[in-house]
């Protein structure tokens, strides 16, 4: 994993509470690319994964495995290239556990090109029990037949989707699906293609649950196109099995947009907002999307806007207890004024917690720009967060700022967009704060550069941000944040300074409950790019870390400390 003239690569995954690491190396022949290695880095020792062998190594030593999603037992799931000599003959999945690597996926025959041998099988999500979702491509003898969905469970991979009837390709027997997600109960939600003879005829949603997959979403008069055409979507699953998506609507057999709905207990039902200012009085259009559900069986979404016949944007909503509400910012500023669409205004939810706090984003209409503004809706109310006021504002009039992540405690993070850079920032929903996470500023014309790549449940956060010097640009730094302690640079943790292997620590990406961290680095060889892991050690003056990277060590304890001041809430 180290190239004949020193080069080397790494890429950090995940971390598990455990503090258990997936990741990737490069590897190389000499000095030419070899491809990639995944493995799991635990208790100080580094495993190698996926599959290895004649089948997956080319005849020049190629060989290029991709490590997954990681869960809290240390499972990891994955997939391999495949390879004839010196072709690609597709991917081939597995799962790591407890020690060994399996190939999982559906193989065999009807799963293989048995012309030139090409099986592409990939794992897409795992749970904490160890089941795994995925699909593998379908063959005919040696041609293409579509692409089936599976589970696997209990050591075995089962075929899961719709299959025969409208969902097979009455011509050559081809027939599509795909698995979205998994729940923690095993409960997976997916899609089949639907075809009316040997035409496409949309798609179907599905719930496999208890070894059954079942057609969900709304179907029937309404919902059916000419030539039979319909077409549902299945978003978002909970782990009581609750489904949210939406299905196409038709009159006449013409299209008339979409309609959310929940799938609950065996019954579907419609939400999202409807009548009035969100259905076209002309054509009677009204299209409704949902986005997310929580566990408590509340659902996000969005619903187009109209002013009698004409588009006005869309409304974001929640759904809960019965009831679609809309939510988002409006207003004086969030409708568009003028001879140019007036009255449009645009607002989209991303995300829910399990408290039914609710983050999203509105658009903003100032004097020759449009800009974004972001915002919680808690307890009832929405307001706007983020980084506001002048020194936010571009000079053509424009201020932008993004969510990027909410956790259960109603904390969020995200950045805002100015002249010279970008600045993180921290919104703490119980004290109405906003934290400007700004940690360096060029000197010689005022540039600085933050981002925010993690948010813990006990309000930490991770990131990344450019160091000056004076007017002089050090680079790239990682950075831990939190209420209490303010901002720690990571790379001046170490005692004495970085092992001589190290430039500096980059990028912090993750962390766990322990307090562990990983992320990334320059390396002194070449400026490539290393992993560390960041591990909390008891110290007498405070608290200490160890640093860890591909056998790299260095003890580390806290040099400097900075508390960044908080901001108020707009």
């Known amino acids: ?108 025959a009807g799963y293989t090109n048995t012309g030139n041998g090409y099986a592409h099988s990939v794992a897409q999500r795992l749970n904490e029990a160890g089941q795994v979702i995925g699909y593998s491509t379908r063959y005919d003898g040696t041609a293409s037949a579509g692409q089936a969905a599976w589970l696997y469970a209990g050591g075995l991979t089962q075929q899961i989707g719709l299959t025969g009837g409208d969902h097979t390709h009455a011509g050559n027997g081809s027939a599509n699906s795909t698995a979205h997600m998994l729940n923690e109960a095993g409960q997976v939600i997916g899609s089949s293609a639907r075809y009316n003879g040997t ?18 979403g709304l179907t029937g008069d309404g ?153 919680i809706y808690s307890q009832g109310a929405t307001r706007q967060i983020g980084l506001t006021g002048d020194s936010f504002v571009s000079v053509s009039g424009r201020s932008y700022s993004e969510v990027l992540s909410l956790n259960e405690a109603g904390q969020v993070i995200g950045y805002s ?15 109405d704060q906003t934290y400007a996470l700004e940690f360096s500023v060029s000197a010689s014309h005022g540039s600085s550069y933050s981002n925010a790549s993690y948010l813990g449940e006990d309000g930490l956060v991770l990131g990344s941000f450019d160091a000056y010097e004076d007017a002089v640009l050090l680079g790239r730094r990682a950075f831990a944040w939190t209420m209490e302690g303010g901002m720690q640079d990571l790379g001046l943790l170490v005692a004495g300074g970085l092992d001589a292997d190290w430039a500096s620590l980059a990028n912090a990406y993750r962390g766990n409950a322990s307090g562990q961290i990983i992320g990334t680095g320059r390396l002194v060889s070449n400026g490539d790019q290393g992993v560390f892991l960041l591990t909390p050690v008891p110290e007498p003056e405070g608290w200490a870390m160890l640093l ?15 508390q960044s001041n908080p901001v108020p809430s707009a």
């Open 1 to 108: 994993h180290t190239s004949s003239n020193g080069r080397s690569a790494s890429q950090v995954g995940s971390i598990n509470g455990a503090g258990q690491v997936v990741g990737s190396s490069a590897r190389y022949n000499g000095t030419a690319s070899a491809g990639q290695s995944a493995w799991l880095y635990s208790q100080g020792e580094m495993q190698f994964l996926g599959l290895t062998g004649p089948e997956y190594t080319y005849s020049n030593g190629y060989a290029y495995s991709i490590g997954g999603q990681l869960n809290e037992a240390g499972q990891v799931i994955g997939y391999t290239h495949r390879n004839t000599g010196t072709s690609s003959s597709g991917w081939s999945a597995w799962l790591y556990s407890e020690g060994a690597t399996q190939q999982i996926g559906l193989t065999g």
């Open 199 to 216: 035409a496409n005829a949309g798609q179907s949603a599905w719930l496999h649950s208890q070894g059954e997959t079942r057609q969900i």
């Open 223 to 375: 919902f059916t196109g000419s030539g039979g055409y319909a077409y549902s979507t299945a978003r978002a699953l909970n782990d009581a099995g609750q489904v949210t998506g939406y299905s196409a609507s038709f009159a006449g057999g013409v299209g008339t947009g979409n309609v959310a709905w929940l799938y609950s207990d065996g019954a579907t039902q419609r939400i999202g907002l409807t009548g009035a200012g969100y259905t076209n009085t002309i054509t009677g259009r009204s299209s409704s999307q949902s986005q997310s559900i929580n566990g408590a069986g509340q659902v996000i979404g969005s619903s187009e806007r109209y002013t009698e016949g004409a588009g006005t944007g869309q409304a974001a909503w929640i759904y809960s207890q019965g009831v679609t509400q809309r939510i988002g910012l409006t207003g004086e500023g969030y409708e568009a004024t003028g001879n140019i669409n007036p009255g449009y205004a645009s607002s989209t939810a991303y995300s829910i917690n399990e408290a039914g706090q609710v983050v999203g984003s509105s658009k903003l209409f100032t004097p020759g720009a449009e800009s974004q503004s972001v915002w």
């Open 417 to 431: 967009r100015r002249d010279t850079g970008q600045v993180a920032w921290f919104f703490d929903d119980v004290s």
């Open 548 to 562: 860890a990277g591909l056998g790299l060590t260095a003890h580390v304890s806290a040099r400097r400390r900075r």
